[in-house]
């Protein structure tokens, strides 16, 4: 779905630089200093400013603030941009009911484009555009604002999400609300329109593992209960639920990663699971050891 990223300025992209990204798996290869890192971190910083903790928490508070994250080769930038391209057919094709509007939808690409402008110091405001676009046909635009002023297309309707949208001033006295300049409007726009809901529903599935906290107290080692999630969280909370779904319902994957532990720890045998009260723990089991390991040993 995530076709491509446009990054400027942004760490250690200066110029703009485009990733052209494929439809199935992408393989991330470059020397250090490449900026693999980098670019991973705008898919993070998509994540949290519009369905994570927000963009005030990962922008100023985790990265510092403009001054930090602008690229400084050959001196100050005064703005940050980010442009994320989706394939707009198959963003919604969950949505698209009849052959009229998929057809509507086909050689469309959705494009968010988020501009940081330095204010001062430490301060920043936005230019935030979302709209569908197509060689050769208007675009149609959802946000389209500066510094929190501009226009959005909303629904006639706000119960029916399949009502004629409108785009309309903002900010203007007909919206009963207002969004936090710290924070994109995008995160802050109800999902009640299919358009919205589904690059939102799709930004809320990325997910970046660039850390996880392995210390004796950290989470990651303690007992859990098994949840409803198909994926790892970033936290590596759930890791036990995980293993044990793999383990019993994709048996011959699950073996692969045996295989591999195997390559690494010769005398590993295979991971069991102990409970704890409701909660179950990870344990270890390796050749000629009397019992297995507790995770919180290993």
Known sequence: MLKRITLENFFSF???????????????VGINGSGKSNFLKAIRLLHEAVV?????????????????????????????????????????????????????????????????????????YFEEYLALEKRGEDNLEYINVRNNEGVLRLLIDRENPKST??????????LPYQFLKSELILRGVSRNSNFIGGIKIFIEKLLIYDYFNTASNSIIRQPSIFGTEEKLLPTGENLNSIIQKLKNNHSL?????????????????????????????????????????PIEHL
């Open 52 to 124: 994570g903790k927000g963009f005030e928490k990962t922008f100023l508070q985790e990265w510092g603030g403009f001054g930090n994250v602008a690229n400084v080769s050959g001196g100050t930038k005064d703005y940050i941009k980010l442009e994320f391209v989706f394939d707009a057919y198959l963003l919604y094709e969950n949505y698209l009911v009849d052959v009229e509007a998929k057809r509507w939808f086909e050689g469309k690409e959705t494009k968010y484009r988020i501009t940081i402008n330095r204010a001062g110091n430490t301060g920043y």
């Open 14 to 28: 200066g110029e703009p630089t485009t990733i052209e990204l494929n439809p199935g798996v992408n393989l991330l």
């Open 165 to 174: 949208s409108v785009l309309v001033n903002y900010p203007s006295i007909e």
């Open 253 to 293: 994957d699950y073996e692969k990663i045996e295989d591999l532990l195997k390559d690494i720890n010769p005398n590993f045998k295979d991971i069991t699971f102990n409970l704890f009260g409701s909660k179950s723990y990870l344990l270890l089991r390796e050749k000629n050891l009397a019992n297995a390991i």
